[in-house]
């Protein structure tokens, strides 16, 4: 039995959720985001609460039953407080600066990167540090993954963009000889 998709989703009486066939739609204000289910499991709604359940023992739907369960939450909770990661630049003369909708970022190349940031994604820059934050959890995460793609820390002096809480594993340089 799923220890994750037995947990009921609570959604609070801030968001609208409404339902069409296999997709469950949730409303907060103008933002409007959909779980296609594809028919993979049960829902259930009841006042505030989602349930779900699995369409049979098959191990594909035990598998569906936690993985939507889980998407489900993402949604109530990027609706209601939102997500954030923040990636740290190292380097000299590595830079970054928000112009518009467009991330321009100096890293080191021949050429400036403009990353172009989608609706509902938003970046701000504080010195070494881009703060990106949405509602939408796998979109922040693509977006996070593509910026640090640009210039992936190096293992010897940690030079690049990387997350914050991530840890740089140092390598030693060479050594003289005696």
Same mark, same amino acid.
């Given at each position: +039995?799923?220890?994750?998709? @037995?947990?009921? !989703? %609570? /959604?609070?009486? *801030?968001?609208? &959720?409404? #339902?069409?066939?296999?997709?469950?739609?949730?409303?907060?204000?103008?933002?409007? +985001?959909?779980?296609?289910? @594809?028919?993979? !499991? %049960? /829902?259930?709604? *009841?006042?505030? &609460?989602? #349930?779900?359940?699995?369409?049979?023992?098959?191990?594909?739907?035990?598998?569906?039953?936690?993985?939507?369960?889980?998407?489900?939450?993402?949604?109530?909770?990027?609706?209601?407080?939102?997500?954030?990661?923040?990636?740290?630049?190292?380097?000299?003369?590595?830079?970054?600066?928000?112009?518009?909708?467009?991330?321009?970022?100096?890293?080191?190349?021949?050429?400036?990167?403009?990353?172009?940031?989608?609706?509902?994604?938003?970046?701000?820059?504080?010195?070494?540090?881009?703060?990106?934050?949405?509602?939408?959890?796998?979109?922040?995460?693509?977006?996070?993954?593509?910026?640090?793609?640009?210039?992936?820390?190096?293992?010897?002096?940690?030079?690049?963009?990387?997350?914050?809480?991530?840890?740089?594993?140092?390598?030693?340089?060479?050594?003289?000889?005696?």
């Amino acid at each position: +039995m799923s220890r994750i998709g @037995k947990l009921p !989703v %609570d /959604f609070g009486t *801030d968001i609208k &959720v409404s #339902t069409s066939g296999d997709i469950i739609t949730f409303t907060k204000g103008k933002v409007t +985001m959909d779980l296609d289910t @594809k028919g993979n !499991v %049960d /829902f259930n709604i *009841d006042g505030n &609460v989602i #349930t779900f359940a699995a369409k049979s023992d098959a191990k594909e739907h035990r598998a569906f039953w936690g993985t939507y369960r889980a998407l489900a939450n993402n949604i109530v909770v990027g609706l209601t407080t939102g997500y954030t990661k923040q990636l740290e630049i190292n380097g000299v003369g590595y830079r970054a600066a928000v112009k518009g909708k467009v991330l321009n970022l100096q890293l080191g190349h021949s050429h400036d990167i403009n990353y172009d940031l989608v609706d509902g994604l938003e970046a701000t820059v504080e010195k070494n540090v881009i703060t990106l934050k949405s509602h939408d959890k796998q979109l922040l995460g693509a977006a996070a993954a593509k910026i640090r793609s640009f210039r992936p820390p190096e293992p010897y002096k940690g030079k690049g963009v990387k997350y914050m809480e991530e840890h740089i594993v140092r390598k030693a340089g060479k050594t003289a000889k005696k």
